[in-house]
Antibody, heavy 118, light 106 residues
Framework: EVHLVESGGGLVKPGGSLGLSCAAS????????MSWVRQAPGKGLEWVGR??????????DYAAPVKGRFSISRDDSKNTLYLQMNSLKTEDTAVYYC?????????WGQGTLVTVSS | DIQMTQSPSSLSASVGDRVTITCRAS??????LGWYQQKPGKAPQRLIY???SLQSGVPSRFSGSGSGTEFTLTISSLQPEDFATYYC????????FGQGTKLEIK
């Protein structure tokens, strides 16, 4: 059974940085493309970005609102996905989910809340 | 970037009703579309992938159709547990969600 567990959320000031992790189990993580999706309070789902597998060059793609500020990486030896968020803005406040890709986001973690506020 | 227009944004229906939700893509995405259900405080769960394939474990009252730019999710006979918010997601280039449809009890 696929299991994804996000961690690292919390309160951060505008302009600050925060790193999230997503621990994966139950599937061959090294073969998987992985994405981050966020949801601001009371709002819809927003795709943040993705990283392909090593076989596909570990290529990353990002949504326009986070490009240049957020960075996605992975450590296949630890079955872990990362999201490094820099220059955070109040509008980045959201629950952040990781998902494993199989014809789109197939399995999801439970999410971790990031609050950007002074 | 590909835009997804989902309609309606909200819908009131009764148990036993047949319900249809639509997503329209700003350009052709073949069948690279999924449908998700989300309940308050929970992560989304996929119902349909590749426009019309039922996710394992999902009841057969859920079905999807479409290709190219027009897609629909149909719930054939609403059950109490189906009242939730539904999203489409295109994964052609790269990912875009629809705005969501909140399905409420009439």
């Amino acid at each position: 059974e696929v299991h994804l567990v996000e961690s690292g959320g919390g309160l951060v000031k505008p302009g600050g940085s925060l790193g999230l992790s997503c621990a994966a189990s139950g599937f061959t993580f090294s073969d998987a493309w992985m994405s981050w999706v966020r949801q601001a309070p009371g709002k819809g789902l927003e795709w943040v970005g993705r990283i392909k597998s090593k076989t596909h060059g570990e290529t990353t793609d990002y949504a326009a609102p986070v490009k240049g500020r957020f960075s996605i990486s992975r450590d296949d030896s630890k079955n872990t996905l990362y999201l490094q968020m820099n220059s955070l803005k109040t509008e980045d406040t959201a629950v952040y989910y990781c998902c494993s890709e199989y014809f789109g986001c197939a399995d999801w973690g439970q999410g971790t809340l990031v609050t950007v506020s002074s | 970037d590909i835009q997804m227009t989902q309609s309606p944004s909200s819908l009131s229906a009764s148990v036993g009703d047949r319900v249809t939700i639509t997503c329209r893509a700003s350009q052709g995405i073949r069948n690279d579309l999924g449908w998700y259900q989300q309940k308050p405080g929970k992560a989304p769960q996929r119902l349909i992938y590749s426009a019309s394939s039922l996710q394992s474990g999902v009841p057969s009252r859920f079905s999807g159709s479409g290709s190219g730019t027009e897609f629909t999710l149909t719930i054939s006979s609403l059950q109490p547990e189906d009242f939730a918010t539904y999203y489409c997601l295109q994964h052609n280039s790269p990912y875009t969600f629809g705005q969501g449809t909140k399905l409420e009890i009439k």
